[in-house]
């Protein structure tokens, strides 16, 4: 059964980054694609973003010039940084497992990680 | 600003169907998969259908999913209290080159 559990400050300074690691467990990082997601309280979920076998990165388009997702699969673990941050970014940040074999869906997730952006 | 239209809410009574509509285009629903998410209170989203219709192992087969066009639908059968939950709708979207969510329906259990 692979689980995935995120970790990182949950308070952020308007204009720093915001940096989350997701550590994963019951499997190999190395032979699926992973990612980030985010739910603003009250709010619907937006994807971030995802990494594939270290150097194959995908964004949305919206956070693009903010975004950096990367792998390190000696610790089994991959992680977000986001740029620049406003009150605007303060959400429940889920990282998860992203399968692209029977169209795209994903079938494990994180518990999520709030993160609360204020001065 | 989602690319993927939901009603905001759906209410039923114990024991009833209730089906919720996901509205897309065509560089989403009407070229990719469907996926849908069930996100309980304060919980994280799980899958509850993927590849339009498919049941993930352990999803209760009152779920079933359908897709025709650029929209698709989730149904739920036999409407229980324990459903009560947000719903997402989801896809990829060739377009804007991303994975996109639904805007979400909260299921009500009357």
Known sequence: ?119 | QSVLTQPPSVSEAPRQRVTISCSGSSSNIGNNAVNWYQQLPRKAPTLLIYYDDLLPSGVSDRFSGSKSGTSASLAISGLQSEDEADYYCAAWDDSLNGYVFGTGTKVTVL
């Open chain 1, 1 to 119: 059964q692979v689980q995935l559990q995120e970790s990182g400050p949950g308070l952020v300074k308007p204009s720093e980054t915001l940096s989350l690691t997701c550590n994963v467990s019951g499997g190999s990082i190395d032979t699926y694609y992973w990612s980030w997601i985010r739910q603003p309280p009250g709010k619907g979920l937006e994807w971030i973003g995802y990494i594939y076998y270290s150097d194959n990165t995908k964004y949305n388009p919206s956070l693009k010039s903010r975004v950096t997702i990367s792998l390190d699969m000696s610790k089994n673990q991959f992680s977000l940084r986001l740029n620049s941050v406003t009150a605007a970014d303060t959400a429940v940040y889920y990282c998860a497992r992203l399968r692209r074999d029977y169209g795209d869906y994903i079938d494990y997730w994180g518990q999520g990680t709030l993160v609360t952006v204020s001065s």
